[in-house]
């Protein structure tokens, strides 16, 4: 603006079309420059809190950290002895398995309660929708010890069964802890998708449904042709959510061994767990930092495949 | 919208560096002070309860020294803290806790200070010779030993006469063959439990004169083949074999504790530590256990391990070290010991162990035995040379990694773990830039 006004003290006499439009030049340089101004407290904070951090995570992977010796740069050794690590891949395989199980039951679960909910025809839907959603608010380390009471067959509900039954049933054996985990995480994390999917039914026009009730239309159908249609974009949104959500499962394996034993969890469990204990057990701290950012390509690389396959669907329906 | 998302997304994905960015961004960086004797605040580490009753004591004799004792954790979690401490260069407190294990951790890289300059060598007679063993690395001394845990055998000696045995086991032969007594009771009765604890194990190995871990400077050498060790670890193979050890129970499990009090427990080979918590775990069993000493390799033998045990040292960061080894010296070697003592801690000094108030006080909760005489004698006779590698701290956690598919599943054998144990410590020493074999 500034710019601009001097402008017109230096040539005020023609007004050729040159300085037209050198002037029209400036204003938009200019504009452009606020744009830069508005974003730059964002821009700022985002370099120091993201950008700066993987910058230096990705510095940190060059090295070892040595108890004799001290930091020695070893170039991409770590990566490649992580592509190397047995345990490693272990804990990858694993959540990729959890993923493909525990999230289809958990998706489908929360698309049958937001359309329970949105079907008009349940009592109490208000204290219903809050208290399934309340387990959402529950830390994730409460609530680990909460289902580690639950669950154990020493003092909790499973050995109550156990003796009434007669049964010899263990949560928490290396075979079954696993599934006791992906309750743990469904039970806390229904809600909040249930949440979204409930949110984007109620955005469905009422017109529809009328226009709908007026052909004849069951309620089967209502949902068939109407409802999950709506629901598709959300879905993909929800899936890639919860496959990150998934993957850096860690409050749970992380507190488990303390309450239960025998319970198979290993120090690589799961991926994240395998990157806190090699870097505050084996003060590994490079090799974790390597660790965590092929474990972020990777969870990018399945929730952008997950995203860019729904979205084609999507935009073929 | 898109960037919204996109933000999001990336937030979500990047937790965990950032964390890890965060905690492991502080470079090093020391305080050193002098100690002399004016006005000093220590702060000491401690999770040995104990400690802090030396303290009123301490504090008559020498105003100018205040001591505030935290508890900063246990075992890891204090080891973890002590190394972040370091490594921020802030808040590294004047005394800290180590099990003897985890001494050559913090002593080979220099993060401890070598106590010679404060004259601790003179103080060597008066500990048992094993425990004076746990606190030199490489020829110097880096802590006082606090605690000890001679390991020993706490039997239900009611348990064992209704299975037909009618003193304690004196040979690993006569165990084997009471554990198919007590077997023979049917039910959950076994002689002991174990779900993969490498101190038990280690203990075994270091009575039979195995010495897996050898270590002089940045070399250490590993070897679970050697004759002891191959002795342990088979005798035990054979015992989990024939289904005549508890691997359903783990120690210090609400499990463990019901097993000590209703007696289907006939026994557990642990540090002398356990004396003073058995009472807590089993009260119902008072006047039903004894101690002996651990049951012996040969006929006529007297030869102990440890089975757990820890020390004190003085940080290199610390500020005020001269302070610092005033109060270390009072509540580990001086008068400190008494109230400590009082507290139930067991302590490997000579002058105690032979006083003659813990050589002859009857101890209620063992039925009037002279529980302090028992273990004194297990100290003494508690095998020297026994060294640790200096990442033992990580190596027993793995440890926990192999050994719990071999308890659970019973595929694989002591001996296999054993070997791939060594295999992942010769892997990661090496990479931490000791010369592992």
């Known amino acids: 603006m500034g710019q601009a006004g001097r402008l017109d003290d230096v040539t005020p006499v023609v007004a050729s079309s040159d300085t037209r439009q050198y002037r029209a030049r400036a204003g938009k340089r200019s504009k452009k420059q606020i744009g830069l101004a508005f974003i730059a407290p964002f821009g700022l904070l985002f370099a120091l809190v993201y950008i700066v951090p993987i910058i230096y995570a990705a510095y940190l992977s060059l090295f070892r950290q040595q108890l004799v010796g001290g930091n020695r740069f070893i170039g991409l050794a770590n990566y490649r002895e992580l592509f190397r690590d047995p345990q490693f891949w272990d804990s990858v395989g694993r959540v990729f398995w959890f993923t493909l199980v525990q999230v289809p039951i958990m998706l489908i679960l929360a698309m049958a309660l937001a359309l329970a909910l949105d079907s008009r025809r349940l009592h109490g839907t208000r204290f219903m929708r809050v208290s399934i959603f309340l387990p959402y608010a529950v830390p994730a380390v409460v609530s680990t010890l909460m289902w580690g009471f639950m669950l154990g067959v020493k003092y909790g509900l499973f050995g109550s069964v156990n003796n009434a039954l007669g049964t010899d049933l263990n949560p928490f054996t290396p075979s079954t802890t696993l599934i006791s985990i992906g309750v743990m995480v469904t039970w806390a994390f229904t809600g909040f998708n249930m949440l979204i999917f409930y949110a984007v039914l109620k955005a469905v026009p009422r017109e529809l449904y009328e226009a709908a009730a007026l052909d004849g239309a069951n309620e089967f159908q209502v949902v068939r042709r109407i409802k999950l249609p709506a629901l598709r974009r959300s879905l993909i949104i929800a899936i890639i959510f919860s496959i990150i959500g998934t993957f850096q499962i860690f409050n749970e394996p992380l507190i488990l061994p303390s309450m239960v034993a025998s319970s198979g969890i290993t120090t690589h469990y799961t991926p994240n767990l395998y990157a806190y204990k090699l870097a505050f057990t084996g003060s590994q701290q490079g090799y974790a930092a390597a660790l965590a950012l092929v474990m972020a390509a990777i969870t990018i690389a399945v929730a952008y495949a997950v995203q860019i396959r729904g979205l084609r669907n999507v935009f073929d329906s | ?437």
């Open chain 2, 1 to 437: 919208m898109r960037l919204h998302k996109e933000t999001r997304l990336l937030s979500a994905l990047l937790g965990p560096i950032l964390v890890l960015a965060a905690c492991v961004g502080c470079s090093g960086g020391s305080a050193d002070g002098g100690g002399g004797d004016q006005q000093a605040n220590l702060t000491v580490w401690s999770w040995d309860g104990t400690v802090a009753k030396a303290v009123p004591g301490f504090e008559a004799e020498n105003p100018n020294i205040k001591v505030k004792v935290v508890n900063a954790g246990s075992s890891t979690d204090e080891y973890t803290a002590l190394d972040n401490a370091i490594q921020a260069g802030s808040g590294v407190p004047d005394l800290a806790m180590f099990e003897y294990f985890a001494l050559p951790y913090f002593a080979i890289p220099g993060k401890l200070d070598d106590l010679g300059g404060f004259g601790a060598e003179s103080l060597q007679k008066d500990y048992v010779a094993a425990a004076w063993n746990d606190v030199t690395v490489n020829g110097k001394v880096y802590g006082l030993p606090s605690d000890y845990g001679p390991s020993a055998m706490f039997y239900n000696e009611a348990t064992l006469k209704k299975a037909g045995v009618n003193k304690p086991p004196a040979t690993w032969d006569e165990y084997y063959q009471d554990a198919k007594k007590v077997r023979a009771l049917g039910g959950n009765y076994y002689i002991a439990q174990d779900t993969g604890d490498p101190f038990f194990l280690l203990s075994l190995i270091w009575q039979a004169g195995g010495r897996p871990f050898k270590v002089s400077g940045n070399t250490v050498h590993i070897d679970f083949t050697d004759p002891g060790t191959t002795k342990a670890v088979e005798f035990w193979q054979k015992m989990l074999d024939e289904g005549l050890v508890n691997t359903k129970v783990t120690a210090w499990s609400d499990d463990w504790n019901r097993t000590l009090n209703d007696g289907t427990l006939a026994s557990q080979t642990m540090g002398g530590w356990l004396t003073s918590t058995l009472p807590e775990r089993a009260p119902h069993a008072a006047g039903r256990f004894k101690v002996a000493l651990m049951p012996q390799w040969a006929q006529g033998d007297e030869v102990g391990s440890e089975n757990g045990g820890s020390s004190f040292g003085i940080p290199a960061a610390a500020q005020h070290k001269a302070a610092a080894y005033k109060f270390l010296k009072y509540f580990t070697h001086d008068a400190g010991l008494t109230p400590r003592v009082a507290a139930g801690a067991f302590v490997p000094d000579t002058s105690v162990l032979e006083s003659k108030d813990a050589q002859s006080k009857a101890n209620t909760y063992f039925g009037g035995q002279k529980v302090g005489a028992v273990l004194a004698e297990a100290s003494k006779s508690v095998a020297t040379g026994w060294q640790y590698p200096p990442f033992f701290e990580w190596a027993r956690v793995t440890y926990g990694d192999l050994v719990s598919k071999f308890y659970t599943t019973g595929k694989g054998s002591l001996a296999q773990i054993l070997e791939e144990w060594k295999q992942r410590m010769t892997k990661y020493g090496n990479d931490q830039g000791f010369k592992v074999d």
